[in-house]
């Protein structure tokens, strides 16, 4: 299983977090692999070390997947959770009253973004 952090919007425009797992499935000798999951594009990201963005809306469905370094995201609720290299999201929240986002490291963070039709 691969856990993925989901940041969406409810009914009335409040963004949330929710974490979910997506199976795997044992291919032998190439490994574990998911379902396939179609895509619309892909993105490469590099963000400076002062990256620090008010409340915004994701401007697509998309996974975002940390390469190099950590970033905090706040919900419109005010609830708060760091991500480090390697973490996956889906960010879903495209209407609403969106989410904040903040470098946590002096450094460039480096992220791909994975645009879903």
């Known amino acids: 299983m691969i856990t993925i952090t989901r940041v969406y919007s ?17 291919n032998g ?4 692999l998911s379902n396939d999951e179609p895509v619309k594009s892909i993105v490469f990201r590099e963000v400076s070390p002062s990256y620090d963005y008010d409340f915004h809306n994701a401007p697509d ?3 975002i997947v940390l390469l190099e ?3 905090e995201i706040e919900t419109s ?41």
Do not use: C, M, W
Not at 78 to 86: A, D, P
Not at 93 to 107: A, L, M, S
């Open 61 to 63: 469905r998309q996974y």
């Open 10 to 26: 409810d009914a009335n425009g409040e963004s949330h977090f929710e974490d979910f797992e997506v199976p795997l499935k044992n």
């Open 77 to 117: 609720l005010g609830e708060k959770r760091i991500f480090n290299t390697g973490s996956i999201l889906l960010v879903e929240d495209t209407t609403g009253k969106g989410h904040k986002t903040k470098n946590i490291e002096p450094k460039l963070r480096k992220s791909i973004f994975i645009k879903l039709g």
């Open 69 to 71: 370094g950590g970033v």
């Open 29 to 32: 000798d190439i490994g574990f």
